[in-house]
């Protein structure tokens, strides 16, 4: 049975891609012309939320004819993962490929980069670790980042904006890091170097209890493992 605007309208996959898809394009609409395609893109997706938030973050360049286009030419030749994963973690893994494949060589640099982070991150941290070279505009590029919706956005106490990653995200972009055995290392290192310098820093603070400290350390207790 062929559903139609109304109907699918209703659908919860279809209506959250559409509501993702307005919060990158606010003037998009499901119409009776786009509606076949919007369905078939989350028939694809398996309605799976992530899929569907990734692939609706593109509505602000392309049609969802365009989008669909696209998912029927790279997203069945993308393995991104073990094929013995179940199809719904397959579907995922692929979408996030895909998602990926689409960046810009510069976002892709600094997306595998960001993935050394655990917990989130500054963007202090973003321009100390992911582009110790300088040859990235990190704040352009992670904003394109967060539009993608691979990387989230949040206020901390101290009106620092943080940014992070969900682990599936997350895991894929340490993946494609860990491609490159000497970038993977040298992130690496940029990552414990910078988080240890400022926790020895901290250090006195947190001996006396400096409240800013004290929630610093709590923010970033996760780096702070992972430096150790």
Same mark, same amino acid.
């Given at each position: 049975? =062929?559903?139609?605007?109304?109907?699918?309208?209703?659908?919860?996959? !279809?209506?959250?891609?559409?509501?993702?898809?307005?919060?990158?394009?606010?003037?998009?609409?499901?119409?009776?012309? @786009?509606?076949?395609?919007?369905?078939?893109?989350?028939?694809?997706?398996?309605?799976?939320?992530?899929?569907?938030?990734?692939?609706?973050?593109?509505?602000?360049?392309?049609?969802? +004819?365009?989008?669909?286009?696209?998912?029927?030419?790279?997203?069945?030749?993308?393995?991104?993962?073990?094929?013995?994963?179940?199809?719904?973690?397959?579907?995922?893994?692929?979408?996030?490929?895909?998602?990926?494949?689409?960046?810009? #060589?510069?976002?892709? %640099?600094?997306?595998?980069?960001?993935?050394?982070?655990?917990?989130?991150?500054?963007?202090?941290?973003?321009?100390?670790?992911? @582009?110790?070279?300088?040859?990235?505009?990190?704040?352009? #590029?992670?904003?394109?980042? !967060?539009?993608?919706?691979? !990387?989230?956005?949040?206020?901390?106490?101290?009106?620092?904006?943080? +940014?992070?990653?969900?682990?599936? %995200?997350?895991? +894929?972009?340490?993946?494609?890091?860990? #491609?490159?055995?000497?970038?993977?290392?040298?992130?690496?290192?940029?990552?414990?170097? +910078?988080?240890?310098?400022?926790?020895?820093?901290?250090?006195?603070?947190?001996?006396?209890? =400096?409240?800013?400290?004290?929630?610093? =350390?709590?923010?970033?207790?996760? @780096?702070?493992?992972?430096?150790?």
């Amino acid at each position: 049975q =062929v559903l139609g605007r109304d109907e699918l309208a209703l659908v919860p996959s !279809v209506r959250l891609f559409v509501e993702r898809a307005q919060d990158a394009k606010a003037d998009f609409d499901l119409t009776e012309e @786009n509606a076949p395609a919007v369905a078939e893109i989350c028939q694809r997706l398996d309605g799976l939320p992530l899929a569907l938030e990734l692939a609706a973050a593109r509505i602000k360049i392309l049609s969802p +004819f365009a989008l669909l286009a696209r998912l029927d030419r790279r997203l069945p030749l993308l393995t991104g993962g073990a094929q013995d994963l179940p199809d719904r973690q397959q579907t995922l893994r692929k979408t996030i490929a895909w998602s990926y494949d689409l960046l810009s #060589e510069e976002e892709r %640099i600094l997306f595998r980069r960001l993935g050394v982070f655990a917990g989130g991150w500054t963007l202090e941290a973003a321009e100390a670790v992911a @582009n110790g070279d300088g040859g990235l505009d990190v704040f352009e #590029e992670l904003t394109s980042l !967060v539009d993608k919706s691979l !990387v989230g956005q949040s206020e901390a106490a101290d009106d620092e904006p943080r +940014f992070t990653m969900l682990e599936t %995200i997350r895991e +894929f972009a340490l993946e494609q890091l860990q #491609e490159d055995i000497e970038e993977a290392q040298a992130i690496r290192r940029a990552h414990a170097t +910078f988080f240890a310098d400022l926790a020895l820093a901290a250090w006195g603070d947190l001996t006396v209890g =400096v409240p800013k400290a004290v929630r610093w =350390v709590r923010a970033e207790e996760a @780096n702070l493992r992972t430096m150790l």
